[in-house]
């Protein structure tokens, strides 16, 4: 019996958790998956109640969690900032989720914008570090509103953090077991400091225990540009906490927008948040034409990360099959043809036979 913490959180997250929860439930009946949920109110509206993003009793009670759903995180009546520290990196930093992992995969019958590519051509996984680098908010500012203004943010990176991250990515790319290539992005022509830690990881490590696993390397620029020209070059990626942010968003737009793109913040040794990387997307709240399928995909990676292969399967022909009948005409809300939750019943449909 799993437990599942669900926080649906702003605008659209509610929805699309859901539709997620709902293919779930279909996929898990069939492979007699038991799991209990416990819903959590937190976003934009608590805040906005309590000036509080999320009580420390809260966060005390995650940890006890085998797994935590997310919608999204973001208000407009709350400053930007407020609830994407106070709340998401919060959970990540604190509950150690020190990879993210983000599927770049074009499914059949989605448009990507990559002329003459298709889904045998992207279909990749990028390894971010999630707790090191420029977020950790080391720096502050002086002199603020002056000419003489100073700010200054700290790129922290550990040979600890950065090998764990590595040798992660080098374990994936191993049970994978696809082209087993793992390239290193990073930029160690300038940053030479941060990123020589990252590359003596990175090879001692691959030397050392992983000689079945081809090392490649790419700076951070060429690899915009190769995941553009030639996608098909890559089969896992790693790279630290801001380069990953950037390129795993070009990723979503290649495998077909912010609609079909999921995410999972990963603690191998503790408690795992998945979530669509999509925003909260206000204007479309309650409207029921949000694409719920990036949060349907989290479900699924919530079942793999899990173990329980059978139901994440499920889940994935579910999408698979959805997507390949024609029936949804886009993946972009309020042009899918189709409403929030008849998307999700026909996913839950597939899962479930």
């Known amino acids: 019996m799993y437990k599942i913490a669900v926080i649906g959180g702003d605008g659209i997250g509610p929805e699309v958790v859901r539709e997620g929860l709902k293919v779930l439930e279909a996929a898990a009946a069939k492979t007699e998956v038991r799991y209990d949920l416990a819903y959590y109110d937190l976003g934009g509206e608590q805040y906005l109640r309590t000036g509080e993003p999320m009580p420390d009793s809260v966060l005390d009670e995650l940890r006890d969690f085998d797994a935590i759903y997310l919608g999204a995180v973001g208000h407009p009546e709350v400053a930007p900032g407020i609830l994407e520290k106070g709340l998401l990196l919060r959970i990540r930093f604190e509950l150690d989720q020190y990879i993210n992992l983000r599927p770049v995969k074009l499914y059949p019958g989605v448009e990507t914008p990559l002329r003459d590519k298709g889904p045998e051509e992207i279909d990749f996984i990028i390894v971010r570090e999630n707790t090191e680098g420029l977020y950790t908010g080391m720096g502050g500012i002086q002199y603020k509103g002056t000419p003489q203004e100073v700010s200054t943010q700290i790129h922290m990176t550990t040979r600890f953090g950065a090998e764990r991250c590595i ?17 290193l992005c990073a930029k160690t022509n300038v940053l030479t400091f941060v990123h020589d830690t990252w590359w ?34 890559f089969d896992v ?14 990723g979503a737009m290649i495998q077909g927008g912010l609609g079909v793109a999921a995410g999972g913040n990963i603690n191998p040794h503790g408690v795992s948040m998945f979530e669509p990387i999509g ?26 990360t899990l173990g329980e292969i059978d139901t994440a399967q499920r889940i994935e ?28 019943d026909l996913i839950a449909g597939y899962a479930g036979e």
């Open 237 to 250: 990626i790693v790279t630290d906490n801001m380069f990953g942010d950037i390129i795993t968003d070009l």
């Open 317 to 344: 022909r579910g999408i698979e099959r959805a997507l390949s009948s024609g029936e949804i005409k886009s993946l972009a809300a309020g042009r899918m043809g189709m409403s929030t939750s008849e998307v999700g």
């Open 279 to 304: 925003g909260s997307a206000p204007k479309y709240t309650g409207l029921n034409v949000a694409c719920p399928v990036a949060a349907i995909g989290a479900a699924q990676m919530l079942m793999e």
């Open 167 to 183: 040798r992660y990515a080098f374990d994936y790319c191993r049970e994978r077991n696809r082209a087993k290539k793992l390239t």
């Open 200 to 233: 003596r990881a990175f090879n001692e490590v691959g030397e050392a225990d992983y000689p079945d696993i081809e090392r490649d390397y790419a700076h951070v620029d060429a690899t915009t540009m190769w995941m553009v020209k030639n996608p098909e070059w």
